[in-house]
Nanobody
Framework: QVQLQESGPGLVKPSQTLSLTCTVS??????????WSWIRQPPGKGLENLGY???????VYSPSLKSRTSISRDTSKNQFTLQLSSVTPEDTAVYYC?????????WGQGTQVTVSS
């Protein structure tokens, strides 16, 4: 069973870069056909996909956030990370990491990030 755990600061100042890490256990992030995603849910709104990194290391980003988003990985630590630059209060949300393989999904529990001075 794949398990995911998000970690990172809960408070970020406007204009700074938000950085979150997802630590994966129970499976390798390089296993064939896995996709490793970042998703967020602002207060009172629906889920929003930020992008993902494939098992091969290639990345895909949401067009609306592409200019501010970077997803990378550390295979030695079995982790993948999200960086979102130039944040504003509108980036306040619960951030989730997710693993997908074919029709199966595994979610982290989510972490609250608030953007405020």
């Amino acid at each position: 069973q794949v398990q995911l755990q998000e970690s990172g600061p809960g408070l970020v100042k406007p204009s700074q870069t938000l950085s979150l890490t997802c630590t994966v256990s129970g499976g390798s992030i390089t296993t064939n056909n896995y996709y490793w995603s970042w998703i967020r849910q602002p207060p009172g709104k629906g889920l929003e996909n930020l992008g993902y990194i494939r098992y091969s290391g290639s990345t895909v980003y949401s067009p609306s956030l592409k200019s501010r988003t970077s997803i990378s990985r550390d295979t030695s630590k079995n982790q993948f990370t999200l960086q979102l630059s130039s944040v504003t209060p509108e980036d306040t949300a619960v951030y989730y990491c997710k693993a997908t393989r074919l029709w199966v999904e595994y979610w982290g529990q989510g972490t609250q990030v608030t953007v405020s001075s």
